[in-house]
């Protein structure tokens, strides 16, 4: 088992940035591939971004490319996401999530782990 616990959420204005971490406890965290996905009021959870277990890859939603970052630390059990020029578009519930041995994880259905979720708020 892994536990996942998001923070890190909150309301900003357009242009802002926030941090979100995602820490882990339980099995070893570096053996596992990393995801963010965000789901708003009546829609799908939708991929954000994800970072392997190995090798450092990591790859983007396009609607977040070249704002967000995806990093790990695994001497801390924590992911990160930076984000940064937010947008109201931005707004949603973001999680983290756990693939075993991940590598390009982009689909809800391969992450076996979840977290509760963060709020974020990004206002006009």
């Known amino acids: 088992q892994v536990q996942l616990v998001e923070s890190g959420g909150g309301s900003v204005q357009a242009g802002g940035s926030l941090r979100l971490s995602c820490a882990a406890s339980g099995r070893t965290f570096i053996n596992y591939g990393v995801g963010w996905f965000r789901q708003a009021p009546g829609k799908e959870r939708d991929f954000v971004a994800a970072?392997?277990?190995?090798?450092?890859?990591?790859y983007y939603a396009d609607s977040v490319e070249g704002r967000f970052t995806i990093s790990r630390d695994n001497s801390k059990n924590t992911v990160y996401l930076q984000m940064n020029s937010l947008k109201p578009d931005d707004t949603a519930v973001y999680y983290c999530a756990a693939a075993p041995l991940g590598l390009g994880v982009k689909t809800v259905y391969e992450y076996d782990y979840w977290g509760q979720g963060t709020q974020v708020t990004v206002s006009s």
């Open positions: 970072i392997n277990w190995i090798g450092g890859g990591t």
